[in-house]
């Protein structure tokens, strides 16, 4: 299969395409950050010839980031980057894969099923729901679309601006980081190695154009629980300075995972401590090089 995985040099994409590669297919990486340096807002976009699949994890995540300033940016690399990627699939109709987010629910009372409303509470989240909505409109048109919303994603290479890397470099270095509110706020943590597998899973998989499926941990986390978690691991505690809780920074995150298991066979296998446990390494590793 011929696989074109954007925003290889990413966090999800780069595992992403190193699980793909393994399986022996021919992967085409496009990023900005590449070497192909390859815009997807702007740029040309002859990569894209020949895919049989589109893995589109482009994009400027991050809900803090998006306010002020950062919201234009999340716009450009979150819409005007899909809007343009979809337009350019319209006659190929490869298999097309979004990478979208549970923060286009809101904050959650109970595990959220991909019909829900949706409740966008920041920029990103609601750049993430239009890129949503163009997907959709694409699928009405025949591209066989998937929009998978990925759960708080973590695990070896984790973006430094994540909650666990800097509580795990905060314990390494014993110098605090910023504890955004009062850590009551939970999450289903997701180990990056099962992302990829249900990502690997939607793309070789024949589902309705229009699927929405929830990638995420059954199991809901608060960050004062995770923190202890990653003390017990460490044998040290992680260092935190109280930080007012940012603006669209939900509750509580919450992934109903019954859809992706009935269609993709997918469920998340790895547990807390030991993604943490594979994470902490990665971190030590980084230090040793
Ligand atoms: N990490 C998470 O917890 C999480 C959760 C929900 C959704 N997502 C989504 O999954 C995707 C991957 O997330 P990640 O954590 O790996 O992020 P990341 O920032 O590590 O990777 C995104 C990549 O996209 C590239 N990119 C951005 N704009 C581009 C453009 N205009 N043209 C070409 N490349 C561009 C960046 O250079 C970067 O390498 C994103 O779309 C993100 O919104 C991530």
Redesign the pocket.
Known sequence: MRVVV????????GHLVHALTGQGHDVVP????GPDR????T?DLTALAGADVVLH?????GVRASWGDGAAAAW???VT?TERLLAACAATRPRFVL?????VYGSADRPCAEDDPIDPRSPYAAS?AEAERLAHKAAANGLPVVIL??????GPGQ?PD?AFHRFIEAALDGSPAPLYGDGAQSRSFTYVGDVVDATVRAAGTPLPPGTVLNIGHPTTTSLRDALDRIADLLGTPAPTVAKDVAPGDVARTWAGTTRAAELLGWTATTGLDDGLAAQIDWHRGRRRA
Do not use: Q
């Not at 994890?57 to 995540?61: C, D, K, N, V, W």
């Not at 990478?99 to 923060?103: D, R, V, Y």
């Open positions: 954007t925003g290889a040099s990413g966090f999800i994409g496009v990023d900005v950050n390859c815009d997807l807002a740029g994890l482009a994009g400027r995540p450009r690399d979150n980057a990478a979208s987010s549970s923060s993430k919303r990925y759960f708080s994603v973590y973006r994540m």
